[in-house]
T-cell receptor, first 114, second 109 residues
Framework: DGGITQSPKYLFRKEGQNVTLSCEQNLNHDAMYWYRQDPGQGLRLIYYSQIVNDFQKGDIAEGYSVSREKKESFPLTVTSAQKNPTAFYLC?????????????FGPGTRLTVL | GQNIDQPTEMTATEGAIVQINCTYQTSGFNGLFWYQQHAGEAPTFLSYNVLDGLEEKGRFSSFLSRSKGYSYLLLKELQMKDSASYLCAVRGGDYKLSFGAGTTVTVRA
C-alpha cells in the first residue's frame, strides 16, 4: 500500500539536544512538506521541498533543518535553537507543489522536550 | 499574510446537518481544501474547491465564493464517527497551504 510513514510516533528528548524526525513516502510524489501543529492553532509550514536536492523555508523555519537527498525521504531535524519544540509534527506530500491535487499526511510524531 | 477564520467548536445531534463556515483573506488564490482530523491522527482530505459553487461528495458538500472569500463544509446525516476537527486550508498565490485553526465538531447521540 502506498502512503507516508513517520517515526517514531512519540519522542521524548532533553532540552538542548537535537532530534531528527523521519518521513518516508512511496507515493512517487515530488513535493514534500513539514508542518507543526499546536493546540488552538492551524498547521504551520516549517519547510517544503519541490524536488530532490531542493528545499525552501516555510513560515516558521527558525531552529529547524531538513534534507532531501532521496525522493522518498524528507527528514526534519529539530535543533537546540528551536525555543519551543514540543509539538505535533506532521509530514505531507503531493504530486507536485503547483498541481491541483491534495496533500497526503503522515500519522505524525508527537515530540516532547523535557 | 494569510488569514483563515473558522469557528472553534460546534455541537450537533446524530442524524442532523452541520455547516462549518470558513472565511479567508489571502495573497492570491489557487484553491480551498477541507480536511478531517481525528484527535492525534493525520488530517485526511475531504474536498477541494477552486471555482465558485457547490461540490458534493456523498454526505459531505463544500461551497466556495471567491468574491466573498468564503467557503462552507456541510455535513449531512451526522454519525458519531464524524466527531473530529475540520480544517479549512487555502492555497495562496505561492501554492503553499495556509490552515485555519480547525473546528471541533462533537456529535451527540
Amino acid at each position: 500500500d502506498g502512503g507516508i510513514t513517520q517515526s517514531p510516533k512519540y519522542l521524548f528528548r532533553k532540552e538542548g539536544q537535537n532530534v531528527t524526525l523521519s518521513c518516508e513516502q512511496n507515493l512517487n510524489h515530488d513535493a514534500m512538506y513539514w508542518y507543526r501543529q499546536d493546540p488552538g492553532q492551524g498547521l504551520r509550514l516549517i519547510y517544503y521541498s519541490q524536488i530532490v536536492n531542493d528545499f525552501q523555508k516555510g513560515d516558521i523555519a527558525e531552529g529547524y533543518s531538513v534534507s532531501r537527498e532521496k525522493k522518498e525521504s524528507f527528514p526534519l531535524t529539530v535543533t537546540s535553537a528551536q525555543k519551543n519544540p514540543t509539538a505535533f509534527y506532521l509530514c505531507a506530500s503531493s504530486i507536485e507543489l503547483t498541481g491541483f491535487d491534495e496533500q497526503f499526511f503522515g500519522p505524525g510524531t508527537r515530540l516532547t522536550v523535557l | 499574510g494569510q488569514n483563515i477564520d473558522q469557528p472553534t467548536e460546534m455541537t450537533a445531534t446524530e442524524g442532523a446537518i452541520v455547516q462549518i463556515n470558513c472565511t479567508y483573506q489571502t495573497s492570491g488564490f489557487n484553491g480551498l481544501f477541507w480536511y478531517q482530523q481525528h484527535a492525534g491522527e493525520a488530517p485526511t482530505f475531504l474536498s477541494y474547491n477552486v471555482l465558485d459553487g457547490l461540490e458534493e461528495k456523498g454526505r459531505f458538500s463544500s461551497f466556495l465564493s471567491r468574491s466573498k472569500g468564503y467557503s462552507y463544509l456541510l455535513l449531512k446525516e451526522l454519525q458519531m464517527k464524524d466527531s473530529a476537527s475540520y480544517l479549512c486550508a487555502v492555497r495562496g498565490g505561492d501554492y503553499k497551504l495556509s490552515f485555519g485553526a480547525g473546528t471541533t465538531v462533537t456529535v451527540r447521540a
